[in-house]
């Protein structure tokens, strides 16, 4: 199995930058052999839905935007330090959330990636924009 721990979380300013990491644990880890995954970026606000962010598919890198953050954030995987990161740019006080990774075996459709189910999950790292 895979567990994700994610990290760089903090409280920054109205037009500040972030990067967040989600590192993978475990045993087995099937996105670096003969098994490509769908990786996301989620985050969550206390009474707002669960929104996806980011993703990126490991079969060819792939990557996949909210209109939201759009310009302004970037997705990317480290194969050989197995560790999806999220880098945040220009940041808005509506960015404010829990973000958190998800990662499952298979494709990222374009207009279903957020919506997938995904096996494994982090908890989350907090992220606060302030003005």
């Known amino acids: 199995q895979v567990q994700l721990l994610e990290s760089g979380g903090g409280s920054v300013q109205v037009g500040g930058s972030l990067t967040l990491s989600c590192a993978a644990k475990g045993d087995t880890y099937r996105g670096y052999s003969n098994t490509n995954y769908c990786m996301v970026w989620f985050r969550q606000t206390p009474g707002k839905q669960r929104e996806g962010v980011a993703g990126?598919?490991?079969?060819?890198?792939?990557?996949y935007y909210a209109d939201s953050v759009k310009g302004r954030f970037s997705v990317s995987h480290d194969n050989a330090k197995r560790t999806l990161y999220l880098q945040l740019n220009s940041l808005k006080s509506e960015d404010t959330g829990l973000y958190t990774c998800?990662?499952?075996?298979?494709?990222?459709?374009?207009?279903?990636?957020?919506?997938?189910?995904?096996?494994?999950w982090g908890h989350g790292t907090q992220v606060t924009v302030s003005s």
């Open positions: 998800a990662a499952d075996p298979g494709l990222c459709p374009s207009n279903t990636w957020m919506e997938r189910r995904y096996n494994y």
């Open positions: 990126i598919w490991t079969g060819d890198g792939r990557t």
